[in-house]
T-cell receptor, first 112, second 116 residues
Framework: ELKVEQNPLFLSMQEGKNYTIYCNYSTTSDRLYWYRQDPGKSLESLFVLLSNGAVKQEGRLMASLDTKARLSTLHITAAVHDLSATYFCAVEKGGGADGLTFGKGTHLIIQP | NAGVTQTPKFQVLKTGQSMTLQCAQDMNHEYMSWYRQDPGMGLRLIHYSVGAGITDQGEVPNGYNVSRSTTEDFPLRLLSAAPSQTSVYFC???????????????FGEGSRLTVL
């Protein structure tokens, strides 16, 4: 059974600081996704990581994937308040038809 | 281009009642799925479909039925609502579940269901 663990589950940080969210998963997979969710809203796709060593960057967010370690990271550089949200990682099982297995999410609060 | 549209956005049911959550997408996506989101649990897959006429169970299918008569629509039916089904339900679609496509999911706005 595929398990996806995120840590931390809750993070409060100050603007301007750097931090990393970790996503570990239990079985082999080459595809990992990061989503953002604002309170009461839907999920928005942030990054799609399709192979070992993949690195994607968008603004102050950078995601990477190490399939051998079964680990993905979401790094936040010089955080700003607008990045406050819940971030989910999700791993694709098998050929993809079984859907994604999500982590429990990291609730990120960035204080001025 | 509306993307993934879910109705209703809010619903209150009494235990034992039945209802259908509607989901429609206009992106010609083959793959559609339903997730439920509960506090501290992330999202869990209920049912999915890889194309019209084909459906399968996900991680938490009990108490729910689905059908896929067209590419566009994927309704989720609660047969006899229970308080444990109080949740936020998300419909999501993808161009294809296999092959070169990324499998990236596009989510609807969610349907918040309360069962009393």
């Amino acid at each position: 059974e595929l398990k996806v663990e995120q840590n931390p589950l809750f993070l409060s940080m100050q603007e301007g600081k750097n931090y990393t969210i970790y996503c570990n998963y239990s079985t082999t997979s080459d595809r990992l996704y990061w989503y953002r969710q604002d309170p009461g809203k839907s999920l928005e796709s942030l990054f799609v990581l399709l192979s070992n060593g993949a690195v994607k960057q968008e603004g102050r967010l950078m995601a990477s994937l190490d399939t051998k370690a079964r680990l993905s990271t979401l790094h936040i550089t010089a955080a700003v308040h607008d990045l406050s949200a819940t971030y989910f990682c999700a791993v694709e099982k098998g050929g993809g038809a079984d859907g994604l297995t999500f982590g429990k999410g990291t609730h990120l609060i960035i204080q001025p | 281009n509306a993307g993934v549209t879910q109705t209703p956005k809010f619903q209150v049911l009494k235990t034992g009642q039945s209802m259908t959550l509607q989901c429609a997408q206009d992106m010609n996506h083959e793959y559609m799925s339903w997730y439920r989101q509960d506090p501290g649990m992330g999202l869990r897959l209920i049912h999915y479909s890889v194309g019209a006429g084909i459906t399968d169970q996900g991680e938490v299918p009990n108490g729910y039925n689905v059908s896929r008569s067209t590419t566009e629509d994927f309704p989720l039916r609660l047969l006899s609502a229970a308080p444990s089904q109080t949740s936020v339900y998300f419909c999501a679609s993808s161009l294809s579940a296999w092959g070169l496509n990324t499998g990236e999911l596009f989510f609807g706005e969610g349907s918040r269901l309360t069962v009393l």
